[in-house]
């Protein structure tokens, strides 16, 4: 059993954070910024799709996706990453396979 003090204001999850910067979008700061941006990257697949698909907050997500497309986007170290790692799969694969 949970006590939750009344004085004390809910921990909000992250979805609901992005939420309100995604609300309040473009009038957030860049540390606002940064924490959307997080969330968009690395949030969990569910809570982006639910909160990228609320109709309230099309319109903003779409300009705040537009104004920070280079940071959504995948770096060259994301391609070289997967490379390496596929790469290493299929040798090992082989290995275990010739044996």
């Known amino acids: 059993m949970?006590?939750?003090n009344e004085t004390a204001p809910a921990a909000r999850t992250p979805a609901e954070r992005a939420e309100d910067?995604?609300?309040r979008y473009p009038a957030i700061s860049a540390e606002e910024a940064n924490e959307a941006l997080t969330?968009?990257?690395?949030g969990?697949?569910?809570d982006v799709g639910l909160v990228t698909g609320n109709s309230e907050?099309?319109?903003n997500i779409a300009a705040f996706r537009a104004e920070h497309s280079g940071a959504l986007t995948l770096r060259l170290a994301d391609y070289v990453k997967f490379i390496l790692i596929f790469t290493l799969l299929i040798g090992a694969s082989i290995l275990l396979l010739a044996r």
Do not use: C, G, N, S
């Open 39 to 42: 969330f968009l990257r690395k």
């Open 44 to 46: 969990r697949h569910i």
């Open 2 to 4: 949970t006590i939750q």
């Open 21 to 23: 910067i995604f609300r």
């Open 57 to 59: 907050l099309r319109d």
